[in-house]
């Protein structure tokens, strides 16, 4: 495979937030074909090894893993303005070269909870830093008689850890 060849792979596994319209083929596709569809989200601004862990994990709760990354607008607003470090791009193209990743979804609102009505995901996955009562898009998903899950973190793994460590200069 070219490096041509393995760029338009990546490519075709992103969904910018304009484009949500054409998952729907996809997920008929999935649903068609008895696929347990998974979905998490995230801002994934410096892909560490405890965001890697997550997708591995829940990518094993089902057969697809969707996850909705949040638009660079929507991190600056989360997250405040010098946020993100690495755009969009960047961390869509990242996510995308995770074999446990078959698609990118970029959102620009401050939740996922209308992206999470439109996958419809079989199950909803967070860290363990969140409550489950508090996950966006999680009464939908529970009505649809999926399931909600928090997976327990990677101990000493955090964005605002490693940003703490690089102000401090000890990385």
């Known amino acids: 495979m070219t490096a041509f ?8 596994k992103i969904y910018p ?8 083929p996809m997920l008929h596709y999935y649903r ?5 569809v998974v979905f998490t989200n995230g801002c994934f601004d410096i892909l560490h090894a405890g965001h890697v862990d997550l997708l591995f994990r829940a990518a094993g709760l089902g057969d697809v893993l969707m996850v909705g990354l949040n638009t660079d607008a929507s991190v600056s607003r989360l997250k405040g303005p010098l946020r993100p470090l690495n ?9 995308a070269g995770l074999h446990c990743v078959d ?11 209308g992206l999470i009505e439109t996958v419809s995901p079989d199950v909803l996955v967070k860290g363990g830093d969140y409550d489950a009562r508090d996950i966006a898009g999680a009464p939908f998903v529970r009505s649809r008689g999926g399931q909600v899950v928090t997976l327990p973190l990677l101990e000493g793994y955090s964005t605002s850890r490693i940003l703490e460590r690089l102000k401090a200069g000890s990385v």
Do not use: Y
């Open 32 to 36: 068609f074909m008895d696929k347990r």
């Open 5 to 12: 060849e393995r760029h338009q792979h990546l490519d075709r």
């Open 17 to 24: 937030f304009w484009q949500q319209g054409e998952l729907k």
């Open 87 to 95: 755009d969009q791009s960047a961390r869509a193209t990242v996510l």
């Open 103 to 113: 698609a990118v979804i970029l959102f620009d609102e401050d939740t996922p909870a």
